[in-house]
C-alpha cells in the first residue's frame, strides 16, 4: 500500500534546532506532556497507597506495564500509518482526559481502587501509541543534521520533567489530595496538544483504511512484518536495536531496584539514595547539555560502542563503592556516560532509519526499555536477595557491555557516522 504526503510547509534548513521555533514548540510541548506524566505518577502512587493495600498499591504501579509490552509493537504501526503527530495528539488528548476524570471522580467521591486501576490500563495502552509516535516525530520537524541536537534538548526535557515533576506532584497532593495533583497532570498534558497542532510537519505519511475488502488487520500484520523485516536486513539498525535492548536490560536491575537495595545496605537512608540519584541525573543532564551544544559529535557508532563499555563498567563498580560520596561520584559517571551513549544510538536510529518505518523501529528499539524491562523488576529483586548487591551488579554491567561489544562487532554501526 503506497504512502500518500501531505503537503506541510517546509522545516526551516540551515537553522540549529535550539533556534528554531518549530523544534522549540515541540520540545514545549515534549516537556510539558513528560512533566505531567511525572505529576500522574506522584498522584497514582499516592492514591493507591492511601486507598489499598502495599501489594495491592503495586499491582496498580505494575498494571501500565503489561498493555505496554503487549500493544508496542502495533503502536508502531499505527505511527507509521497515520503519521506521528496525529497519534501523539490523539494520545495526549486520550490521557487528559482520563487524568481529569479520574481527578473529578476522586474529588466528588472515594471510589476505590478501581479507577486507578482503569486510568493505569489506559496510560499503559496509550503509551503504546504514544511512545513510537514519540520516537519518530522529530525526523518531521527538523533535518537530519540536527537530530543529535534534538535528542540532547529530550535529554535535558526528561531531566526536566523528572526534577521538577515529583515536587509539584507533591505540593498538588499536599494542597489538595490525589484529585488536585491528578488535576495538575492533566492540565500539563492538555498544555501539549495546541502546541503540536501549531507544527509544521514535512512529509507526514497517510495510510487510509483498505477499501477493496481486505481486512485491515491482516494489512496490519504485514505492515509490522515488513518493519521487522526492514530491521532485521538493515546493517546499522538490527545491531543497533539489539545493543539497545541490551543497555536497558542490563540498566534496570542496578538503578530500578538495586539502588534503594543499596543505600539501605550501606546505611545512607534515603536522603543518601537521592543524593546517588542526584549525581546520576547530573550527569544525564550534562550530556544532554553538550549534544544540544556541540549539534553532533564525531565518529558517532564509535563513541556509542565506547561509551557503552565504560558506563557498563561504571556501573558494576557502584556496587563495590563503601562511601557515599564516592557513589554520587560514580552514579554522576555513569549518568554521563548513559546519557551520551543514548543520545547516540537515539541519533544514529532517526538518521538511518527510513522515515515510513520510523514508528516501528522506535517500538522495537523501545519495547525492551519500557515494556518487557518494568516486568523483570521483581526477577531482579529476588535476585539481590539470593546472591546479594555484588553478583547481580556484576552480571547486570556484563548484560550492558555486551551491547557495547554488539556495536564494536558491527562494522557498519561502528564506522556510522551522524549528518554533519
Same mark, same amino acid.
Given at each position: 500500500?503506497?504512502?500518500?504526503?501531505?503537503?506541510?510547509?517546509?522545516?526551516?534548513?540551515?537553522?540549529?534546532?535550539?533556534?528554531?521555533?518549530?523544534?522549540?514548540?515541540?520540545?514545549?510541548?515534549?516537556?510539558?506532556?513528560?512533566?505531567?506524566?511525572?505529576?500522574?505518577?506522584?498522584?497514582?502512587?499516592?492514591?493507591?497507597?492511601?486507598?489499598?493495600?502495599?501489594?495491592?498499591?503495586?499491582?496498580?504501579?505494575?498494571?501500565?506495564?503489561?498493555?505496554?509490552?503487549?500493544?508496542?509493537?502495533?503502536?508502531?504501526?499505527?505511527?507509521?500509518?497515520?503519521?506521528?503527530?496525529?497519534?501523539?495528539?490523539?494520545?495526549?488528548?486520550?490521557?487528559?482526559?482520563?487524568?481529569?476524570?479520574?481527578?473529578?471522580?476522586?474529588?466528588?467521591?472515594?471510589?476505590?481502587?478501581?479507577?486507578?486501576?482503569?486510568?493505569?490500563?489506559?496510560?499503559?495502552?496509550?503509551?503504546?501509541?504514544?511512545?513510537?509516535?514519540?520516537?519518530?516525530?522529530?525526523?518531521?520537524?527538523?533535518?537530519?543534521?540536527?537530530?543529535?541536537?534534538?535528542?540532547?534538548?529530550?535529554?535535558?526535557?526528561?531531566?526536566?520533567?523528572?526534577?521538577?515533576?515529583?515536587?509539584?506532584?507533591?505540593?498538588?497532593?499536599?494542597?489538595?489530595?490525589?484529585?488536585?495533583?491528578?488535576?495538575?497532570?492533566?492540565?500539563?498534558?492538555?498544555?501539549?496538544?495546541?502546541?503540536?497542532?501549531?507544527?509544521?510537519?514535512?512529509?507526514?505519511?497517510?495510510?487510509?483504511?483498505?477499501?477493496?475488502?481486505?481486512?485491515?488487520?491482516?494489512?496490519?500484520?504485514?505492515?509490522?512484518?515488513?518493519?521487522?523485516?526492514?530491521?532485521?536486513?538493515?546493517?546499522?539498525?538490527?545491531?543497533?536495536?539489539?545493543?539497545?535492548?541490551?543497555?536497558?536490560?542490563?540498566?534496570?536491575?542496578?538503578?530500578?531496584?538495586?539502588?534503594?537495595?543499596?543505600?539501605?545496605?550501606?546505611?545512607?537512608?534515603?536522603?543518601?539514595?537521592?543524593?546517588?540519584?542526584?549525581?546520576?541525573?547530573?550527569?544525564?543532564?550534562?550530556?544532554?547539555?553538550?549534544?544540544?551544544?556541540?549539534?553532533?559529535?564525531?565518529?558517532?557508532?564509535?563513541?556509542?560502542?565506547?561509551?557503552?563499555?565504560?558506563? +557498563? $563498567?561504571?556501573?558494576?563498580?557502584?556496587?563495590? =563503592?563503601?562511601? #557515599? %560520596?564516592? !557513589?554520587?561520584?560514580? @552514579?554522576? /559517571?555513569? &549518568?554521563?556516560?548513559?546519557?551520551?551513549?543514548?543520545?547516540?544510538?537515539?541519533?544514529?536510529?532517526?538518521?538511518?532509519?527510513?522515515?515510513?518505518?520510523?514508528?516501528?523501529?522506535?517500538?522495537?528499539?523501545?519495547?525492551?526499555?519500557?515494556?518487557?524491562?518494568?516486568?523483570?523488576?521483581?526477577?531482579?529483586?529476588?535476585?539481590?536477595?539470593?546472591?546479594?548487591?555484588?553478583?547481580?551488579?556484576?552480571?547486570? +554491567? $556484563?548484560?550492558?557491555?555486551?551491547?557495547?561489544? =554488539?556495536?564494536? #562487532? %558491527?562494522? !557498519?554501526?561502528?564506522? @556510522?557516522? /551522524?549528518? &554533519?
Amino acid at each position: 500500500m503506497t504512502h500518500a504526503l501531505i503537503p506541510q510547509a517546509p522545516v526551516a534548513e540551515g537553522r540549529p534546532a535550539h533556534r528554531d521555533p518549530n523544534v522549540l514548540r515541540w520540545l514545549g510541548a515534549y516537556a510539558s506532556s513528560m512533566l505531567g506524566d511525572s505529576v500522574y505518577f506522584i498522584a497514582l502512587s499516592w492514591a493507591a497507597v492511601q486507598t489499598g493495600t502495599p501489594a495491592q498499591a503495586g499491582v496498580v504501579m505494575a498494571t501500565s506495564a503489561l498493555p505496554r509490552a503487549l500493544l508496542m509493537l502495533g503502536g508502531g504501526v499505527i505511527a507509521d500509518r497515520l503519521g506521528p503527530r496525529r497519534v501523539v495528539i490523539g494520545s495526549d488528548v486520550v490521557r487528559c482526559a482520563a487524568v481529569l476524570a479520574v481527578a473529578a471522580l476522586l474529588f466528588l467521591t472515594s471510589p476505590g481502587l478501581w479507577p486507578l486501576v482503569v486510568l493505569a490500563l489506559v496510560f499503559g495502552t496509550v503509551d503504546a501509541v504514544f511512545v513510537p509516535a514519540v520516537g519518530a516525530l522529530p525526523a518531521r520537524i527538523t533535518t537530519k543534521d540536527q537530530l543529535a541536537r534534538v535528542q540532547g534538548m529530550r535529554g535535558l526535557a526528561v531531566r526536566f520533567a523528572i526534577v521538577t515533576g515529583a515536587p509539584l506532584g507533591g505540593l498538588g497532593v499536599a494542597l489538595g489530595g490525589a484529585a488536585a495533583a491528578f488535576g495538575v497532570a492533566g492540565l500539563l498534558i492538555a498544555v501539549s496538544v495546541p502546541l503540536l497542532m501549531s507544527l509544521r510537519i514535512h512529509d507526514e505519511p497517510v495510510q487510509p483504511l483498505p477499501r477493496d475488502g481486505t481486512d485491515p488487520r491482516q494489512t496490519a500484520w504485514r505492515d509490522l512484518g515488513a518493519g521487522l523485516s526492514y530491521i532485521r536486513r538493515h546493517p546499522v539498525l538490527a545491531p543497533l536495536v539489539l545493543a539497545i535492548a541490551l543497555g536497558d536490560l542490563g540498566f534496570v536491575g542496578p538503578f530500578n531496584v538495586g539502588l534503594a537495595l543499596l543505600a539501605d545496605h550501606r546505611g545512607w537512608d534515603a536522603s543518601g539514595l537521592g543524593w546517588v540519584l542526584a549525581g546520576f541525573g547530573t550527569g544525564a543532564a550534562a550530556s544532554s547539555l553538550l549534544l544540544t551544544v556541540r549539534g553532533r559529535l564525531p565518529r558517532a557508532g564509535l563513541v556509542a560502542a565506547v561509551a557503552i563499555l565504560a558506563g +557498563a $563498567a561504571a556501573i558494576g563498580a557502584l556496587a563495590f =563503592v563503601p562511601a #557515599l %560520596a564516592g !557513589a554520587v561520584g560514580v @552514579a554522576l /559517571l555513569v &549518568g554521563l556516560l548513559a546519557g551520551l551513549s543514548g543520545a547516540m544510538c537515539g541519533a544514529l536510529l532517526q538518521t538511518h532509519a527510513d522515515p515510513a518505518y520510523l514508528g516501528r523501529v522506535t517500538a522495537v528499539a523501545s519495547l525492551v526499555s519500557l515494556g518487557l524491562a518494568p516486568l523483570s523488576m521483581p526477577f531482579a529483586a529476588a535476585a539481590i536477595g539470593a546472591w546479594g548487591l555484588g553478583p547481580v551488579y556484576v552480571v547486570s +554491567a $556484563a548484560v550492558c557491555a555486551l551491547g557495547g561489544v =554488539v556495536v564494536l #562487532l %558491527a562494522p !557498519a554501526l561502528r564506522r @556510522a557516522e /551522524l549528518p &554533519g
